[in-house]
């Protein structure tokens, strides 16, 4: 990828800028970003020893980056249309940067948490930003769909890659260069912004009531998630939660209906293929999010792998969703999304369907080995046109929010799909064995060998339990997909399809 970026509309690099590098500018941010979603997960217990900090808070560690990330994308999208994809993108890498610095540097959980809220707003502003960069900067055909096949593929590498790190770092050095690690790549990336072309800020201004109903909305949603798989989905802060969130995102509908400058156009959703790519993300992020989360779990619960080797048991997931995010950015320009992404996400429940078969003792070369390299396949197929399918025909000044919703689909249902799937793994569980959870660390703590062997028994039944279930939103993303993209494969005038065909 050596050309150069012809002229859009919305702003050109100069003559000779190399699209290659600008590629790995925006695939370096999308790395960092993701990556950081997993990274801090493996470091956990070593951060509870330290800090002192209580089990319940131990989860708002993780839990708070989501809560910042996924409730402000559509704000931090809307900011990059009206005040310079560039400039915000630059903006967002600059505040992730400087949180981990300060994440690194914590001395106790608050300031700790406070510095992952803070990343998490760096994140919504550079992920958004960052997709929109890439329809401003490739032109439309082989450049713009490998281009997204590269960003698509950094939502499952920068997962895995997260994993692994975060147990070299954590057993090797120590559990603050988990956030240390992003200081040199932040830097990078910000050096690197000069090879991207700005764009034109488009027109308007800030909608302020449905900056406050959407975000807040989104906050309210994504914590009353976090707070049921958490606690109880019945639990009066819960259930406060979704009326609260339920009522501010009523409200920014009817202010996106008549104001002038909308927050959100509705007019993206009117498109069905593009609708159908933001639902279809809803449960692919909740298929991926339980993928790591339980395989973790049972890998160092039940199997007794160190934070290294849980890393490195990851790698069949890297090679395979690299596999496939390379061959599905080849394969838009041939076929149609329907036909990839159906299949894409057909071989995705197979693999939940292969780990729902997961036993205390299940094999890592027969079992779990091939089930993560036939998940990251699905996966990394679907990734591909569901993000093509984010700002394909979108306006010019729509493409920032449009990358926004793509990006807060995929945090919702992951967030959704993980507290579900959590209280159906531990409801399974705990039927079997009381607190299964804890009696397995009680009784691995008192050496009971036998009372060890039945809590893992009852942890390994949860977990499959929960990927059968995850098995089932797969092919419910399935059903979306063939239901609302269709078989065609619109071209230009030189007789190759332009991007990716959603509708």
């Known amino acids: 990828m050596t050309t150069t970026a012809t002229a859009h509309a919305s702003g050109a690099p100069p003559a000779g800028r190399s699209l290659g590098w600008a590629l790995v500018v925006i695939a370096a941010a999308q790395l960092m970003v993701v990556l950081d979603g997993t990274i801090t997960n493996i470091a956990l217990p070593s951060i509870q020893t330290d800090l002192g900090v209580s089990a319940g808070t131990l989860a708002?560690?993780?839990?708070?980056?989501?809560?910042?990330?996924?409730?402000?994308?559509?704000?931090?999208?809307?900011?990059?249309?009206?005040?310079?994809?560039?400039?915000m993108f630059r903006f967002g890498i600059v505040v992730f940067t400087v949180a981990s610095i300060l994440g690194g540097f914590a001395t106790?959980?608050?300031?700790?948490?406070?510095?992952?809220?803070?990343?998490?707003?760096?994140?919504?502003?550079?992920?958004?930003?960052?997709?929109?960069?890439?329809?401003?900067?490739?032109?439309?055909?082989?450049?713009?769909?490998?281009?997204m096949g590269v960003y698509a593929a950094m939502a499952g590498i920068g997962s895995t890659v997260g994993l692994l790190l975060g147990g070299v770092l954590t057993d090797y050095l120590d559990w603050r260069w988990v956030f240390f690690v992003n200081v040199p790549i932040g830097i990078a990336v910000l050096l690197g912004t000069r090879l991207l072309a700005e764009g034109r800020p488009e027109h308007g201004r800030l909608d302020i009531p449905g900056a406050i109903t959407g975000t807040g909305g989104l906050i309210a949603l994504v914590y009353g998630i976090t707070r049921g798989g958490e606690h109880s989905w019945t639990d009066g802060l819960t259930l406060g939660s979704f009326v609260v969130a339920l009522v501010l995102l009523s409200l920014f509908l009817v202010f996106q209906s008549r104001v002038e400058h909308p927050m959100l156009p509705l007019r993206l959703l009117r498109d069905r293929g593009r609708a159908g790519a933001y639902v279809t993300m809803l449960f692919l992020g909740a298929g991926m999010f339980a993928t790591f989360y339980f395989l973790t779990l049972y890998l160092q619960q039940v199997l007794g792998y160190s934070p290294v080797k849980t890393g490195l048991a990851y790698l069949p997931f890297s090679i395979g969703m690299s596999i496939s995010a390379t061959l599905g950015s080849r394969l838009i320009s041939r076929w149609s999304a329907r036909r990839i992404a159906g299949p894409g996400l057909l071989v995705g429940a197979l693999g939940m369907l292969w780990f729902a078969t997961l036993e205390p003792d299940s094999s890592y070369t027969w079992h779990l080995a091939p089930a993560m390299f036939v998940t990251a396949l699905g996966l990394g197929a679907s990734f591909v046109p569901m993000t093509l399918g984010a700002v394909r025909g979108v306006a010019p000044q729509d493409s920032g929010i449009a990358s926004a919703l793509l990006n807060t689909a995929q945090q919702i249902g992951?967030?959704?799909?993980?507290a579900a799937l959590t209280t159906v793994a531990m409801t399974t569980a705990d039927d079997l064995v009381p607190d299964a959870s804890a009696t397995f660390y009680r009784a691995a703590a008192t050496g009971d060998a036998g009372l060890m062997s039945r809590a893992a028994e009852a942890l390994t039944e949860g977990y499959a339990t929960a990927y059968l279930v995850a098995a089932g939103l797969f092919v419910a993303g399935l059903v979306i997909t063939v239901t609302a993209l269709r078989d065609t494969r619109p071209t230009d005038g030189a007789g190759a399809p332009p991007a990716a065909h959603l509708g």
């Open 414 to 418: 992951g967030a959704l799909g993980l």
């Open 108 to 147: 106790n959980e608050v300031l700790l948490i406070a510095a992952r809220v803070l990343q998490g707003v760096g994140a919504a502003v550079a992920a958004p930003t960052a997709l929109s960069l890439i329809a401003t900067n490739f032109p439309e055909g082989a450049p713009r769909n490998k281009a």
């Open 60 to 87: 708002w560690i993780v839990n708070s980056y989501a809560l910042a990330f996924g409730g402000l994308l559509l704000l931090g999208g809307k900011a990059g249309d009206l005040f310079g994809r560039r400039r």
